[in-house]
């Protein structure tokens, strides 16, 4: 399977903390996007690092990408109550022509 | 902003009912794609298209099918529906492979009973 695999699975921290979320996949990918889906709703798209960059950042999100390691880290700094939210990872196969998810990590920001 | 919605939020249907669930987006986006999204098993790809009357099978087409007569609407069919394909739908779009982000609509939760 190309799917990718988020660890960990839940995170539980406190407001101001930062969280530090990861993902590996197996294959060659051109891409790598996070996503943030809050409860029962779409997802949203934060951050779409390229095969060729090893870091990107985006206000309080810093991505990297490790592609002889086949991972990938998404580091929420400062975190508040409204990061509260699943995250996923989904990469962007060469040979693929589409997104694959993977199963998310649940990101809860405690007060 | 891009715009993707979904024409119902939630919806509950009978087993054996014929069901459409309808897409819309709004930027001129090329691709469009159909999800599903059950607890433990993260996002599947029913069907996707990168063009008007065009259509790809994901991993799981089995009992869907997908209509694209007009770019920016890109619809899911339930040819028969049944109990497990009771889940939330998601639909999103992109402008072009390889790199660009997806926007997605809000959902639908289906229920069918």
């Known amino acids: 399977s190309q799917q990718g695999e988020e660890d960990p699975q839940a995170l539980s921290i406190q407001e101001g903390e930062n969280a530090t979320m990861n993902c590996s996949y197996k294959?060659?990918?051109?891409?790598?996007?996070?996503?943030?889906?809050?409860?029962?709703?779409?997802?949203?798209?934060?951050?779409?690092?390229?095969?060729?960059?090893?870091?990107?950042?985006?206000?309080?999100?810093?991505?990297?990408?490790?592609?002889?390691?086949?991972?990938?880290?998404?580091?929420?700094?400062?975190?508040?109550?409204?990061?509260?939210?699943?995250?996923?990872?989904?990469?962007?196969?060469?040979?693929?022509?589409?997104?694959?998810?993977?199963?998310?990590?649940?990101?809860?920001?405690?007060? | 902003d891009v715009k993707v919605t979904q024409s119902s939020r939630y919806l509950v249907k009978r087993t054996g009912e014929k069901v459409f669930l309808e897409c819309v987006q709004d930027m001129?986006?090329?691709?469009?794609?159909?999800?599903?999204?059950?607890?433990?098993?993260?996002?599947?790809?029913?069907?996707?298209?990168?063009?008007?009357?065009?259509?790809?099978?994901?991993?799981?087409?089995?009992?869907?099918?997908v209509s694209r007569e007009k770019k920016e609407r890109f619809s899911l069919i339930l040819e028969s529906a049944s109990t497990n394909q009771t889940s939330m739908y998601l639909c999103a779009s992109s402008l072009g492979t390889g790199i660009y982000g997806y926007t997605f609509g809000s959902g639908t939760r289906l229920t069918v009973v």
């Open chain 2, 28 to 65: 001129d986006h090329e691709n469009m794609f159909w999800y599903r999204q059950d607890p433990g098993l993260g996002l599947r790809l029913i069907y996707f298209s990168y063009d008007v009357k065009m259509k790809e099978k994901g991993d799981i087409p089995e009992g869907y099918s």
């Open chain 1, 27 to 111: 294959t060659s990918i051109n891409n790598l996007q996070w996503y943030r889906q809050n409860s029962g709703r779409g997802l949203v798209h934060l951050i779409l690092i390229r095969s060729n960059e090893r870091e990107k950042h985006s206000g309080r999100l810093r991505v990297t990408l490790d592609t002889s390691k086949k991972s990938s880290s998404l580091l929420i700094t400062a975190s508040r109550a409204a990061d509260t939210a699943s995250y996923f990872c989904a990469t962007d196969h060469t040979l693929a022509q589409k997104l694959v998810f993977g199963q998310g990590t649940r990101l809860t920001i405690n007060p």
